[in-house]
């Protein structure tokens, strides 16, 4: 069943990969395993607040896209 607009977007952080930058107000752009309303984890980059209850907009990616970021950067040479 799809979520109504008007619940709350329900989230757990499974892991935390790696911190990618510090802002001066303490947000912190990360790389984590996060379950978005109890679905199966997946990769998440994006910032969140020093005490991780707001959020920024950010992207998700699944195994298989996640493997392919990295073939692409890995390929690009960076």
Known sequence: MARKSSEPIQFT?????????TTANG??????????????????IRSWSPDHTKMGKGITLTNDEMAAL????QAAGL
Do not use: C, H, M, Y
Not at 70 to 73: D, G, P, W
């Open 70 to 73: 990295k073939e692409t950067i």
């Open 27 to 44: 947000w912190q752009k990360e790389l984590n395993l996060v379950s978005w309303n109890g679905a199966q984890p997946k990769f998440d």
């Open 13 to 21: 952080i499974e892991e935390t990969i790696g911190v990618l930058s």
